[in-house]
């Protein structure tokens, strides 16, 4: 089946990024330095994720093993700042590049054989050659207690920044956040030129129909490796950047659980859109920190929200609004269907809200699960009930409806008391985005069958 | 001499276990081509149902005054892989079944998801602290080899781990329940077309593989103790296994589980920094020579 691709025009694009890249460049004078650092943090998963999904969204190709890439450029800074005794960032990111495109050119070349499953087992089994290296060689990579990169011991832009002292964490922070996210604004550019270039339209050609593309005279498998060593660059800058923030890196960075984890970023956020797997990496990181901080059981709910993403949203949180799944679309053009839906969601959402103000702040660890499940489930209430009204106004003509949508809850967020009394103004936009939806005439005939 | 019969035994004792892990993620994959990530961890609920319950049992027992014989344990045993038959039942029609219209991108990642669920419902149910029913192993004493003591349950697990194999090669190829299986296997819509109940073979090969990992666990938990994240590792070896073997391969899973036994034997001997290394680069060059292994039919 051909995906419908409606991207908007580079003009909009541009402006839009552009507002998006200064609204992250003036947050951290509004928000703390944990935010920040969860940020970074964030931005370091998103180039990652981004890589990953020139091979799955882009080159049809599901790789398991990218947490190699990841360990491979994180331990690469943290052999050259130990042993070399390098202090440059700038320095260690070369080389951590130069390291992670051997692996990659090298462990491509024997994965891009095989597509499909074998694919995956085989990027699985050479990750975990990584892995067990690490693991084992312990009088080389410290075994588990990993290999330490403290922030005192690099500098930014050639030696103009470091960070002893006073004060060091910071400025370390609040430098780094500009450094990283620098190189995230390049990094998400040369994704964009590389996709939307003629090579990376034969990797879309291949993923559509590989016999077809190798017809028109596209070597099949020169392209998917040098598509697997782009994505594995992207990766290994990610680990890179990612080492100085957390001080550490470990052989998990390398466990073949951590590639899930990129798996589960990019499906997150939509595999079949180009933004969608930044979106994916930010949302997971506050998923998994939130949950982790709440609860010892956070493994569960984020196995539950994978569980539920795949079942009810397999498009994930941009692909939603971009690639509707079939139900989305159903209910959405259904008078009936969409104001009962619509309903329920809302239902759920303020029961659910209900739940989570009254339990949280209760002891035991268990409650904290039931108030965490509450939280994530609320969003994803709030998030279908989006998604539907979205829909409903784009099918109707009335896209005004949609962006009303979007615009009330935070709104109402912002204006609200707080407490329950957060949800009364969001839950009113909504009331009246759905009743509007009902009401207006529907000018676009249904679609089926998409 | 002792050394060697030594680690010959657990060479074999290994891969009984493992066998009994690895022929379920195959026969798994060979009847429905699911990669299954959260087998490792049906083997781990398996282990953790088993010990919980043979422990269980046996303080019940003791609080009432009466000792608990060594057959009573054994049967107690298989608790686990029923228990992990069962799970599996239940999760085949409900969460796998919506997506096999899918891409198979989704089977796996709703798998990933069953594997980050149950590592912590165990957690949730059986606590951090380490399960064994070690009061089997301390009931069936140990032997002499030479001049070495050597466990004799571990030969009950090579016991099981032979009479296992026999008996899903017989189930498979000499029953009518297997004919209907591998018909399934090579083709599911002729299959379904001649009548047969596609969904319900399904479900019964989801639990029998389920029942084989769960089998896993509970043989091996007298002998180790089953702790959390243990299923996540042996699903890294059970994938070796199958890879070197032949994914959907049941001779496949038996010759790989010995390989990747007598390498790790071997390689915790003689070459312990290498010892897994050695096992993924074997995988990979299987794959790299042979995608479908040394038994796999395309």
Known sequence: MPVKRSEPSLPLLLAVSAIVVAALAILPRFIGIYQTE??????????AALGFNLLLGYTGLLSFGHSAYFGAGAYAVAFIAQRLHVQSMELLILGALLSTVVIAALFGYVCVRHTRIFFG???????????????????????????????NAITLLGGLLDFRGAGAYQRFIYSYYYYVLALFVIAVAIMWVIVHSPFGKALQAIRDNEVRAGFVGIRVRRYRWIAFVISGLFAGLAGALWVPLNGLTTPDVLYWPFSGEIVFMTVLGGFRTFFGPIIGAVAFNYLKVYAVASSQYWQLMLGCVLVLLVLVLPSGILGTFTQPPPWVRRVASGKGAFVGA???????????????????????????????????????????????????????????????????????????????????????GFLIAIGLGAVLPSRVPTEQGA | MEILIIQVLNAVFQAASLFLIAAGLSLIYGVMR???????????????????????????????????????????????????????????????????????EYVLLITFGLLMILEDVLKLVFGGTPLTAGSIMDAMGSFRIGSALYPAYNLVVIGIGLIAALGLWWFIYKTRFGVILRATSQDRRMASALGLNVGRVYVQAFAIGCFMAGLGGAVVVPAQAAVLGMGIDALILAFVVVVIGGLGSLEGALVGALIVSAVRTAGVQFFPEVELAVLYLIAAAVLMVRPTGLFGRA
């Not at chain 2, 609080?63 to 608790?79: E, I, K």
């Open chain 2, 34 to 104: 699911i990669v299954n990530l959260a087998h490792g961890n049906f083997y781990a609920f398996g282990a953790y149902v088993s010990a919980w319950t043979v422990g269980a049992v046996v303080a019940l027992a003791a609080s009432r005054g009466v000792g608990l014989g060594l057959f009573w344990q054994l049967l107690l045993l298989p608790v686990g892989a029923f228990a992990v038959a069962l799970l599996g039942a239940l999760i085949e029609p409900t969460l796998l079944r919506p997506l096999y219209r899918r891409p198979e």
């Open chain 1, 121 to 151: 087992i085989l990027t699985l089994a050479l990750s975990q050659v990584l892995w067990s290296l690490a693991y084992k060689f312990f009088w080389v990579t410290g075994g588990t207690d990993g290999m330490r990169v403290p922030r």
């Open chain 1, 342 to 428: 619509s309903l329920a969601f809302l239902v759920a959402l303020v029961a659910l809200f209900w739940v989570w103000t009254d339990r949280f702040g209760t002891a035991g660890d268990l409650s904290n699960v039931i108030g965490t499940v509450a939280v994530i489930a609320a969003i994803l209430a709030w998030f279908l009930l989006m998604a539907l009204v979205y829909h409903r106004g784009g099918m109707i003509g009335h896209a005004w409806l949609g962006v009303l949508a979007l615009l009330l809850p935070p709104i109402g967020a912002v204006v609200g008391f707080g407490g329950p009394a957060l949800l009364v103004l969001p839950v009113l």
């Open chain 1, 38 to 47: 969860l940020l970074i943090y964030s931005m370091a998963f998103a180039i």
